[in-house]
C-alpha cells in the first residue's frame, strides 16, 4: 500500500506560534492559564496539559487575579484585555499576527463606517472565539453573516465594509459578497452611496492550501483527513476532500479506523487541517501502514 502525508498538512504558523510561545511560558515554571483550548485539537490539548498549561473558561478568567494568561491565536476582544487590565493579569500574548492585522482593520473600518453611516460584515462562525474577537474590535457593531439567509440583516440602502473569518471558505466568501453586491446595486439608484468594500480576509495558509489538497485528494484512492471536531478550518479542508474524493474519512484518533475503507485501493493519503500537530499525521499514517500489513491489504 502506497500511503503519503500531503505536504501542507500540519500546524499553520500561527497556531505553530502559540503553541511555542506556551512551551516557552511553562519553561519559566511559574502556572500558565489559556484562555480556551489553546487549539481546536484534544490530543495536542492534552499533551499541553501534561507540560502544566491550564485550559480556562471565560467564566474562571474573570475570577482570576495577579496570575499569567495566555491568549491563543484567535485572538481576544478588546473586553478580555480590559479585565486582565482590572485584576492585574498578565497577559502572554500569541494571537496571530494575521488575526492582529485583521482585527486592526475592522478597526479602521469602523471609523469610516460610523463617518458615512455604513455597516460592518463580518462572514464567521457564530460563537467561534476569533470571530467573538473580530465582533469585539467592531465595538459590537458588527453583523455576523453565517449563511447567506443572515445577510437580511443588512440594510442594503447603506455602504458596507465586509470582512471573513480567517479560515473561511474562498468561493463561500466569493458568494456572499456577490449577492451582497447585487442586492446593493438593485438599490443604487435610489441610494448611491451604498457601495461595498470586500476586505480579503482569508489567511493565505487557508486559501493557498485548497488547490494543492484537493490535487493531493484526487491523486488518492482513499483520503484519511486528521481533525479536532471543534476545528471549522477541519471541517472546511474535510469538505474539500469530499467533494474531490468519496472515499475521504474524518477522523480525530488513530482508533476512529476502519480498515474496510482501504478495501481495493492502491493509495491512501492522510492529511489534515492548520490544528492538526504534523507529529500526530506522522503517527496516524504509521498506524496505517501497520493496519494494512496486518489485514494484507
Ligand atoms: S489559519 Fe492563518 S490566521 Fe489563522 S492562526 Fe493560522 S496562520 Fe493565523
Known amino acids: ?85 482590572k485584576n492585574n493579569i498578565t497577559i502572554i500574548d500569541a494571537t496571530c499576527p494575521i488575526v492582529h ?9 469602523l471609523a469610516l463606517a460610523r463617518l458615512e453611516n455604513g455597516q460592518i460584515a463580518i462572514f464567521g462562525k457564530e460563537g467561534h472565539a476569533e470571530v467573538i474577537g473580530l465582533l469585539g474590535a467592531a465595538n459590537g457593531l458588527g453583523i455576523l453573516i453565517t449563511r447567506v439567509e443572515d445577510l437580511d440583516k443588512i440594510d442594503f440602502t447603506k455602504p458596507v465594509w465586509l470582512f471573513s473569518q480567517t479560515t473561511k ?53 482513499v483520503i484519511i483527513f486528521v481533525s479536532g471536531r471543534k476545528s471549522s478550518n477541519g471541517k472546511m479542508l474535510y469538505d474539500v476532500c469530499l467533494a474531490e474524493n468519496r472515499r475521504s474519512y474524518f477522523i480525530s484518533s488513530a482508533d476512529e479506523i476502519n480498515p474496510l475503507w482501504f478495501s481495493g485501493a492502491e493509495s491512501i493519503g492522510v492529511c489534515g487541517a492548520t490544528s492538526t500537530p504534523r507529529w500526530l499525521i506522522r503517527q496516524i499514517a504509521e498506524e496505517i501502514n501497520m493496519i494494512c500489513q496486518k489485514h494484507g491489504i
Open 1 to 85: 500500500m502506497k500511503i503519503d502525508i500531503e505536504p501542507g498538512s500540519g500546524f499553520c504558523f500561527g497556531v505553530e506560534n502559540a503553541v511555542n510561545i506556551a512551551e516557552e511560558s511553562l519553561s519559566e515554571g511559574e502556572k500558565v492559564y489559556c484562555l480556551g483550548e489553546i487549539v481546536h485539537n484534544d490530543i495536542e490539548v492534552n499533551r499541553l496539559k501534561d507540560l502544566g498549561l491550564v485550559t480556562i473558561s471565560y467564566e474562571e478568567f474573570t475570577g482570576l487575579k495577579d496570575c499569567k494568561v495566555l491568549v491563543r491565536a484567535h485572538g481576544e476582544p478588546p473586553t478580555t484585555y480590559e479585565t486582565a487590565r
Open 101 to 109: 492585522s485583521l482585527q486592526d482593520k475592522i478597526k479602521r473600518a
Open 169 to 221: 471558505s474562498t468561493a463561500e466568501y466569493n458568494h456572499i459578497s456577490e449577492v451582497i453586491e447585487q442586492r446593493l446595486r438593485a438599490n443604487r439608484s435610489k441610494w448611491p452611496g451604498n457601495h461595498l468594500k470586500v476586505h480579503n480576509t482569508i489567511c493565505r495558509q487557508v486559501s493557498g492550501r485548497e488547490p494543492k489538497l484537493k490535487v493531493f485528494v484526487r491523486t488518492h484512492d
